[in-house]
């Protein structure tokens, strides 16, 4: 996967019936141009014609990079 970052999106939701906070996640496959993202990297994402069967979105930028 040269050229590709998978971004995990996740978000915190109340659950319908019972009101506790559960997470559900999803997994974005993004291109990076430059390969230059690593594990952990906060970034943001755009989404964008299709690039290959599963790349639908673009990497913009750098948001966190963790210490």
Known sequence: MEKTVVVS???RLAHPLYGKQVSRGKRYQA???E???RVGDLVRIEE????SR???WRVLELVQRPE
């Open 48 to 51: 964008t014609r299709p690039l």
């Open 31 to 33: 291109h990076d141009e």
């Open 54 to 56: 599963l790349k639908r």
């Open 35 to 37: 390969n230059e993202y």
């Open 9 to 11: 999106v996740e978000r």
